[in-house]
């Protein structure tokens, strides 16, 4: 069972930039869309930004013109930079990934920013 693998959260200072990854640990064929959720506490989950293969993008409001989503469509690995982070963006960050074999989801990382 091919799971995605996710590194690159942590603690930062408001402000401050981090960089999440999230790659494959097998083969994953026909990949579609791929993406970052993120769930903060007594939250419902919601998508961060998306990236398609054609390479179009879309993000939510609150993070247009801080965030920065990225794909190598040949390690199947999606990237998400974060720049002027603010504590409202503390969250466990969820990358996912759509393909013709199914919808995969990471562990989480948690992303904390203080204030």
């Known amino acids: 069972q091919v799971q995605l693998v996710e590194s690159g959260g942590g603690l930062v200072q408001a402000g401050g930039s981090l960089r999440l990854s999230c790659a494959p640990s097998?083969?994953?064929?026909?990949?579609?869309?791929m993406g970052w959720y993120r769930q903060a506490p007594g939250k419902l989950r919601e998508l961060v930004a998306s990236?398609?293969?054609?390479?179009?993008?879309n993000y939510v409001d609150s993070v247009k013109g801080r965030f920065t989503i990225s794909r190598d469509n040949v390690k199947n690995t999606v990237y998400l930079q974060m720049n002027s982070l603010r504590p409202d963006d503390t969250a466990v960050y969820y990358c996912n990934v759509r393909a013709f074999s199914g919808s995969y989801w990471g562990q989480g990382t948690q992303v904390t920013v203080s204030s």
């Open positions: 990236i398609v293969r054609g390479g179009t993008t």
């Open positions: 097998g083969s994953i064929f026909s990949v579609d869309s």
